[in-house]
Nanobody, 125 residues
Framework: QVRLVESGGGSVQAGDSLTLSCVAS????????LEWYRQVPGKERELVAG???????WYEDFVKGRFTGSRDNDKNTVTLQMNNMKPNDTAVYYC???????????????????WGQGVQVTVSS
């Protein structure tokens, strides 16, 4: 299993910056991908960004050029540096861990705790 703990949420003004952190613990095989999602009330949870173990990064279009993800494999942490924040960035942000696809038995072994508790981020205009 894996445990994810997010921190760094809060309230900021539009144009400001905020950094989120996620500390993962447990089975490292469950942490091949560490991703950030966000969700607003009444809407589906959506992918924001992610970093895998080899350092590859990916970002959704609505945050490209503003958000930067980074990962420290030794510390099993991933951060999300959010710059030039906009009111539409207001959401609950979740850290998510996934094993590599096809890993033997990992789908079950890694299911518990693959989502963090979420942190509220509020951006005022």
């Amino acid at each position: 299993q894996v445990r994810l703990v997010e921190s760094g949420g809060g309230s900021v003004q539009a144009g400001d910056s905020l950094t989120l952190s996620c500390v993962a613990s447990g089975n490292t095989r469950c942490m091949d991908k560490l991703e950030w999602y966000r969700q607003v009330p009444g809407k589906e949870r959506e992918l924001v960004a992610g970093v895998n173990r080899d350092g590859a990064e990916w970002y959704e279009d609505f945050v490209k050029g503003r958000f930067t993800g980074s990962r420290d494999n030794d510390k099993n942490t991933v951060t999300l540096q959010m710059n030039n924040m906009k009111p539409n960035d207001t959401a609950v942000y979740y850290c998510s861990a996934q094993p590599r696809p096809g890993g033997k038995g990992l789908g079950t072994a890694c299911a518990n705790g693959r989502w963090g508790q979420g942190v509220q981020v509020t951006v005022s205009s």
